[in-house]
């Protein structure tokens, strides 16, 4: 509940301050623009996103790194330093960021990650100042997730929705391919030639079989001596 109504009162937060934005003058501008909160609000963005992968739900990272975003974009555009193309770029980035999660591979969240750094160095006034802001926070989220795996040894919740955590082996009831093991010492006869391998009849029913490494021509009586998943091996009867 705590959690929820967090995000509520974010929400409302949030557009208090875009309305408050529209004012190029606005107290709220210059916070949003000024050069140590930018850095605290890509720090606070950044690693907000990173601790929400281990969250469950929607908790109190994710909505701090929504709100620091909606900030930050919000107080750019309103200075006249960011544009459309801008927030575009930001608002691309963290969608193939996040698509990241469902495919993936990298390359998904590789260009995310360019197309969010773009976006970001590209709002400020200060490209420069924009870059090194951008490569602290990034600094800081990485600490974050090395402490949250490797120490705290945490798992992330979010990518536990798309990855198979059940284990497909015999014990569990999962088999890959049925294995005949009622064939064993049944008689039958080779309907082709084995080279070594063909087609025998047992109890009426055709299979698929093969020698143990020789020559059986067709006609003639075998049995099964041993059965490997689909393989059936048989011997010819003296």
């Known amino acids: 509940m705590k ?3 967090f995000a509520k009162w974010s929400a409302v937060l949030a557009a208090v301050l875009l309305l ?34 281990f969250t469950p739900g929607f908790g109190i990272p994710g909505a701090a790194g929504t709100l620091s975003l909606l900030i930050f974009t919000a107080g750019h555009v309103m200075s006249g330093d960011a544009g459309i193309l801008t927030v575009l770029l930001i608002v691309l980035g963290v969608l193939f960021i996040l698509a990241e999660v469902i495919l993936p591979g990298g390359i998904v969240g590789f260009i995310g990650f360019i197309l969010f750094s ?4 590209f ?35 979010l990518f536990k929705k798309f990855i198979l955590s059940d284990s497909t082996d015999t014990a569990n009831g999962y088999v890959s391919n049925e294995t005949r093991t009622d064939l064993i010492g049944k008689i039958g006869k080779t309907k082709t030639a084995l ?15 093969v020698t143990e490494g020789g020559f059986i ?19 010819e009867l003296e």
């Open 20 to 53: 408050a934005a529209y004012d190029e003058g606005s107290p709220f501008v210059q916070f949003a623009t000024n050069p140590v909160v930018v850095l605290i609000l890509l720090s606070i963005m950044l690693t907000g996103f990173i601790l929400e992968l």
């Open 123 to 157: 709002a400020g006034a200060s490209l420069m100042w924009m870059a090194v802001s951008l490569l602290i926070a990034f600094s800081i989220a990485t600490a974050a997730l090395i402490l949250m795996v490797k120490v705290l040894g945490k798992e992330m919740k």
């Open 195 to 209: 080279r070594p391998s063909g087609t025998v009849v047992i109890d009426g029913e055709r299979i698929d079989a």
């Open 217 to 235: 021509a067709a006609e003639k009586d075998v049995a099964v001596v041993k059965t490997e998943g689909v393989r059936i091996v048989v011997r």
């Open 118 to 121: 773009a976006g970001v160095l």
């Open 3 to 5: 959690t929820i109504r």
